[in-house]
């Protein structure tokens, strides 16, 4: 088999809150044992789906994807992995994806299929958004480079809760009163990181993305990523409340590009 995209989580913020063991066991144990099973059928590159969520987590769901993120990238710079397997490992680090199952969307789109009152949590908070098309160019992207645990990042906007509420609503044709503010609910944050200032680790970037090395990657792994068009990034803070954010208008042509989606088909 040439190449394992580890998609299978628990990723619902609440739920994981509600049974943290079995998040543990999804989201950790089973990362752990895709790995064993990619090196033990010498599987050429197994790709890892990870979340925003695993950056400074205050959630079960993102403690136990950054667990699974360091799994991956332990096993991928470990010397005797490296003697004595073919397998090659990356990440990849979402944002929220538009239109995804549990999402704000698909809520929203739920609640109007019943008449309901469309509910955000708090119209201040901010999240980082992607379309599928991004998730897909950003999978191929790191399929492409990744080989010792990096991590891969998309360089993505953000956007206001209540920009986007405003947005759907505008598309949709309803009343402002139809918003109902709900509070935010157990383990999430007001905002969301990609990356955080006092990091350690090396990290590299072009024009679309950033690369996030794992502790104890060698210098010529570092040169090898260089070498196909990345320059070393300053350590910076990349939080959804300090990144460009959307206005109402090119959240509302964002949502427009995936019409199927947005009507909840």
């Not at 543990?24 to 752990?32: A, E, Q, R, S, Y």
């Not at 332990?74 to 003697?83: M, R």
């Not at 191929?140 to 990096?150: D, M, Y």
């Not at 006092?198 to 996030?212: Q, R, S, Y």
Request: proline share 2%.
């Amino acid at each position: 088999m040439d190449i394992i995209f580890h998609t299978a989580a628990m990723k619902h913020v609440v739920v994981c809150e509600d049974a943290p063991f079995e998040a543990i066991k999804t989201n950790v144990l089973g990362t752990n044992n895709v790995i064993e099973s990619c090196i033990k059928n010498k599987v050429k590159k197994m790709i890892l789906i990870s979340t925003d969520k695993a950056v400074n987590p205050a959630s079960v769901m993102g403690t136990t994807k950054l667990l699974a993120e360091k799994l991956v990238g332990a096993i991928a710079t470990s010397t005797k992995l490296k003697e004595n397997s073919v397998t090659e490992f990356g990440i990849v680090r979402f944002g929220n994806v538009l239109y995804s199952r549990g999402s704000v969307l698909e809520i929203w789109n739920k609640q109007l299929r019943e008449r309901r009152e469309i509910t955000i949590t708090d119209e201040n908070m901010t999240r980082f958004f992607m379309a599928t098309s991004d998730c897909v160019e950003l999978i191929f992207h790191a399929t492409e480079l990744a080989k010792e645990g990096e991590i891969f990042i998309l360089k993505m906007p953000s956007v206001r809760m209540g920009d986007l509420a405003k947005a759907f609503s505008e598309i949709k044709g309803l009343p402002k009163e139809n918003i109902k503010k709900i509070g935010i609910r157990k383990g999430e944050k007001k905002h969301e990181e990609l990356l955080l200032e006092d990091d350690d680790n090396i990290t590299l970037e072009n024009e679309g993305l950033f690369v996030k090395f794992p502790s104890y990657t060698n210098e010529e792994r570092i040169k090898e990523v260089k070498a196909e068009g990345f320059k070393e990034s300053s350590p910076t803070k990349l939080s959804s409340n300090n990144q460009k954010l959307l206005s109402v208008e090119e959240i509302k042509n964002t949502l427009l590009k995936e019409k199927r989606l947005l009507e909840g088909e």
